[in-house]
């Protein structure tokens, strides 16, 4: 497989055994995947799996999953974000994707938005612990910052149904930007309730990509959505 010196754009490598969660991370395929990015990828994994469960990021049953569940899962987004400009990840929580997504594209200005003061204060620490200096944290709802800034790109994960993403997410979207955001494998189903918030804002029609890291892990589903007005 070849590296990707750290975007996430190289082809898939070839798994030749079954990795658990604690050997995953330091597999030749995922170092070759992440590229330049790995070290601060895995101190990230690191702080998350030290941290994550005791500040109420992540619950104690995905501790061992942390690389399969959470890390390769977002990293799956990337390959389809710019690699400049500026990206938002709103409701970024424990920093999934946006975290991820700053490591590996730090060609891009990575805006966090999450409402919640601790998590907000974890991700200021996570961010100066990695060097990210292309992090920026917003305190706040996504709506809040409506009329504050426009971005090339708006991401997110595990957040909301489709119609309401698109109106938390389509207006922090400058016109041509796009919506790139991690849902479920049934996400087609809410393409249609979706319909009327995405004529608003002139959307295309959503896409669903699959998102694929390394062999041997799952992929996830990723939905597209371009700004037209």
């Given at each position: 497989?070849?590296?990707?010196?750290?975007?996430?754009?190289?082809?898939?490598?070839?798994?030749?055994?079954?990795?658990?969660?604690?050997?995953?991370?330091?597999?030749?395929?995922?170092?070759?995947?992440?590229?330049?990015?790995?070290?601060?990828?895995?101190?990230?994994?690191?702080?998350?799996?030290?941290?994550?469960?005791?500040?109420?990021?992540?619950?104690?049953?995905?501790?061992?999953?942390?690389?399969?569940?959470?890390?390769?899962?977002?990293?799956a987004v990337v390959q389809y974000l710019p690699t400049a400009g500026a990206v938002a990840d709103i409701g970024s929580g424990a920093g999934l994707p946006g975290i991820i997504v700053a490591a590996m594209r730090p060609g891009l200005d990575v805006l966090l938005v999450e409402?919640?003061?601790?998590?907000?204060?974890?991700?200021?620490?996570?961010?100066?612990?990695?060097?990210?200096?292309?992090?920026?944290?917003?305190?706040?709802?996504?709506?809040?910052?409506?009329?504050?800034?426009?971005?090339?790109?708006?991401?997110?994960?595990?957040?909301?149904?489709?119609?309401?993403?698109?109106?938390?997410?389509?207006?922090?979207?400058?016109?041509?930007?796009?919506?790139?955001?991690?849902?479920?494998?049934?996400?087609?189903?809410?393409?249609?309730?979706?319909?009327?918030?995405?004529?608003?804002?002139?959307?295309?029609?959503?896409?669903?990509?699959?998102?694929?890291?390394?062999?041997?892990?799952?992929?996830?589903?990723?939905?597209?959505?371009?700004?037209?007005?």
């Amino acid at each position: 497989m070849s590296g990707t010196d750290g975007t996430g754009q190289g082809e898939p490598g070839i798994v030749a055994e079954v990795f658990d969660g604690d050997t995953l991370g330091a597999s030749e395929p995922v170092k070759q995947y992440f590229g330049t990015a790995y070290d601060k990828v895995a101190r990230y994994a690191d702080l998350l799996r030290e941290q994550g469960e005791l500040r109420g990021l992540i619950g104690p049953r995905e501790v061992p999953r942390i690389w399969e569940r959470h890390v390769l899962n977002s990293a799956a987004v990337v390959q389809y974000l710019p690699t400049a400009g500026a990206v938002a990840d709103i409701g970024s929580g424990a920093g999934l994707p946006g975290i991820i997504v700053a490591a590996m594209r730090p060609g891009l200005d990575v805006l966090l938005v999450e409402p919640m003061e601790r998590r907000t204060t974890w991700l200021v620490e996570v961010a100066t612990e990695l060097g990210l200096t292309n992090v920026q944290v917003k305190r706040g709802r996504a709506e809040e910052y409506h009329d504050a800034f426009e971005v090339d790109a708006v991401t997110s994960r595990a957040v909301a149904p489709l119609s309401k993403l698109a109106r938390m997410s389509l207006p922090l979207v400058r016109v041509g930007g796009e919506m790139v955001i991690l849902k479920g494998r049934n996400v087609a189903q809410e393409v249609d309730p979706a319909r009327k918030v995405l004529r608003k804002y002139g959307a295309g029609e959503p896409e669903i990509l699959e998102g694929s890291t390394v062999a041997g892990v799952e992929s996830t589903t990723i939905v597209r959505i371009r700004r037209g007005k």
